[in-house]
């Protein structure tokens, strides 16, 4: 099988919402983090999009807990793509939304989100305004990390595109399309359409669908040549009919049985470097 063929499965196991109260699968501590990624880099997943969380479950933008949590996975699972999160759900200060950029030594990631604009969540609004934007990619430029860009709805993409004209944005390009959140682009193949079209040319992408959305958006995807994000972090049940809980793992599974059935192998993690664009990491 060529590498075009290969499927990229990137893990979003804690974000900022699921509770244990709700989502009793969802890992908090590092090593919590770490074995469920474990699990998960078994399974066919390739890359890992980290959220840190505080003892008492609360989200965190403290560089060292998200220090503790990349040298915990990269200790568990060496040559998983590493991607932090950026996000400004709980705080918009950007000295705190670019503190996960600072982990260092073997554990510094590779990728880091950036959200292409602001939106409305159906717990309250995400605002990211083109300063934000902006001082983000920059201290990502310094820091030798991809962006991993965040994108929501059309005009996100067209913005995407016309920040890489700018020079803001560099490549390699990867995008991470977000689809069927209320408050932002609904799933559906005219949308997906749309965001490609306006994505800068060369773009790798994944499409992830929020909640009930979630194996649409990883059938559509690999049907159409792209890659999956799936996890907790915009999913918690594995059936939405009966409200069976999710794990990370199962999640995984399915979005590789279903890549499989579509004749694409899940993309091991340096197979997934070498179709992003990333340089080779040793973490040995």
Same mark, same amino acid.
């Given at each position: ?54 003892? !008492? ?21 060496? !040559? ?9 759900? !709980? ?33 309250? #609004?995400?605002?990211?305004? #083109? ?50 959140? =209320? ?52 999913? #918690? ?16 599974? =399915? ?13 091991? #993690? ?11 990491? !040793?973490?040995?």
């Amino acid at each position: 099988m060529s590498l075009a063929d290969k499927l990229i499965v990137n893990l979003c196991p804690t974000g900022m919402i699921p509770r244990r109260a709700k989502v009793p699968s969802v890992p908090v501590t590092p090593e919590e983090i770490a074995a469920d990624v474990r699990r998960c880099r078994d399974a066919g997943a390739s890359m890992v999009h980290l959220h840190a969380r505080g003892e !008492d479950e609360e989200p965190t933008w403290r560089p060292e807990r998200y220090q503790e949590i990349c040298e915990a996975v990269a200790a568990e699972t060496p !040559d998983m793509v590493l991607v932090v999160t950026t996000s400004g759900r !709980d705080w918009s200060e950007l000295e705190k939304r670019s503190a996960s950029l600072t982990v260092t030594g073997v554990s510094k990631p590779e990728m880091a989100s950036l959200t292409l604009g602001s939106m409305n969540f159906p717990t309250g #609004p995400s605002v990211n305004s #083109p300063q934000t934007i902006e001082g983000l990619a920059r201290a990502m430029q310094e820091r030798d990390i991809v962006p991993e860009l965040e994108v929501f709805d059309v005009g996100m993409a067209n913005y995407a595109r016309s920040l890489a004209e700018k020079g803001v944005l560099q490549g390699p390009f990867y995008a991470n399309i977000l689809l069927g959140s =209320r408050g932002t682009a609904d799933l559906n193949a005219a949308n997906v359409a749309a965001v490609l079209a306006g994505l800068p040319n060369g773009t790798t992408w994944a499409l992830a669908g929020i909640g009930r959305f979630q194996s649409r958006a990883n059938t559509l995807a690999t049907t159409l040549g792209g890659h999956v994000r799936v996890g907790l972090e915009d999913n #918690p049940y594995y059936d939405w009919r009966d409200r069976t809980d999710a794990t990370n793992a199962r999640l995984v599974e =399915r979005a590789v049985r279903i890549g499989r059935e579509l004749g694409r192998e899940p993309a091991t #993690p340096e197979e997934a470097r070498q179709i992003i664009g990333l340089k080779p990491v !040793d973490r040995t």
